[in-house]
């Protein structure tokens, strides 16, 4: 077991090496264009302008029922159908 220590580190170290020397460069292209957007929002986008959900899209007319699941209020069965005097029959001979 002893034999396979030192690969055991060194492999880690290699990789941890490898990782940063890939990494470290894309984090800081990252830092840049963040830095750069929030320049470019402070330049363009004046300071009162308001962000708020009540500058949102217009509110859909209130004609309707306020629920979207509900239909209005629900049918009930007339007293003819809960009898069941309105079914037809075919054997009326």
Same mark, same amino acid.
């Given at each position: 077991?002893? %034999?396979?220590?030192?690969?055991?580190?060194?492999? $880690?170290?290699?990789?941890?090496?490898?990782?940063?020397?890939?990494?470290?460069?894309?984090? #800081? $292209?990252?830092? #840049?264009?963040?830095?750069?957007?929030? #320049?470019?929002?402070?330049? $363009?986008?004046?300071?009162? $302008?308001?962000?708020?959900?009540?500058?949102?899209?217009?509110?859909?007319?209130?004609?309707?029922?306020?629920?979207?699941?509900?239909?209005?209020?629900?049918?009930?069965?007339?007293?003819?159908?809960?009898?069941?005097?309105? #079914?037809?029959? %075919?054997? %009326?001979?």
């Amino acid at each position: 077991m002893s %034999d396979y220590t030192l690969v055991i580190i060194i492999t $880690f170290i290699a990789f941890t090496a490898l990782a940063a020397l890939l990494l470290v460069p894309v984090y #800081r $292209f990252l830092q #840049r264009e963040e830095e750069a957007s929030k #320049r470019m929002t402070d330049q $363009f986008v004046p300071e009162d $302008f308001d962000v708020s959900p009540t500058n949102g899209p217009a509110k859909p007319p209130s004609d309707g029922p306020a629920d979207p699941s509900s239909d209005g209020p629900s049918e009930q069965p007339s007293d003819e159908s809960k009898d069941g005097s309105d #079914r037809t029959s %075919d054997n %009326d001979s």
